[in-house]
């Protein structure tokens, strides 16, 4: 947890231009933009607040600029 002094600070995923963060609506799991370059395409990924579980979301084509729908009570 980062503390008001901005000490605490982690990385949670490595990797190469991984941009346009956006949290979950239950602040556990963050949504990345991530292009790996080459010939893969870039991708959406999600990682959990332990930085350990990481995952590709599948999409058809190019993705971007993840979004998460608000939370159903």
């Not at 963050?30 to 599948?58: C, H, K, M, Y």
């Amino acid at each position: 947890m980062i503390k008001p002094d901005g000490s605490g600070e982690r990385l949670l995923t490595e990797g190469y231009h991984n941009e346009g963060p956006t949290w979950a609506p239950n602040g556990r799991v963050l949504a990345f933009f991530r292009d790996p370059g080459g010939n893969s395409g870039p991708s959406l990924f999600t990682v959990d607040i332990t930085g350990r579980n990481e995952q590709r979301i599948p999409a058809p084509g190019y993705a971007s600029d993840p979004a998460w729908s608000p939370l159903l009570s």
